[in-house]
Every structure is written in C-alpha cells, then in structure tokens.
C-alpha cells in the first residue's frame, strides 16, 4: 500500500529505510515528511504528480 509507505520494487528509500519516492504507472510519489524519526514511523506529507496534475497529503492522524 503506497499510501502508509510499504515498500515496491524501484523505490528510492532513505538513510532509515523508508520510502523517499517511487514511480507507478506514471505517477510520482514522495513521501517529503514522516511523523517522527523512527524506521517505522508513518508518512506525514506525501506529494503525487503526473505531467499537470498535483495532489499534496498532509496526514493530521493515521488510524489502525
């Protein structure tokens, strides 16, 4: 599940081991902010892009 950060071939992660982007079916996706510094911590900002189209998530609260 892109969205919670669960890692897909291809993707770029960072110095913890989370998501930093991936690209599927033509979209970008950045995972620019997490909630915390942990390893598991949950995506905070995430931004989506194909050729014009843009969508930013802020997540306020994830819930289980």
Same mark, same amino acid.
């Given at each position: 599940?892109?969205?919670?950060?669960?890692? %897909?071939?291809?993707? /770029?992660?960072?110095?913890?081991?989370?998501? +930093?982007?991936?690209?599927?079916?033509?979209?970008?996706?950045?995972?620019?902010?997490?909630?915390?510094? %942990?390893?598991?911590? /949950?995506?905070?900002?995430?931004?989506?892009? +194909?050729?014009?189209?843009?969508?930013?998530?802020?997540?306020?609260a994830?819930?289980?």
């Amino acid at each position: 599940d892109r969205a919670t950060g669960c890692r %897909s071939p291809g993707a /770029l992660l960072d110095a913890l081991g989370r998501l +930093r982007s991936v690209v599927d079916q033509g979209w970008t996706i950045e995972y620019t902010e997490y909630a915390d510094e %942990s390893s598991d911590s /949950l995506p905070r900002k995430i931004d989506i892009h +194909r050729g014009d189209t843009r969508l930013r998530l802020i997540v306020d609260a994830w819930n289980p």
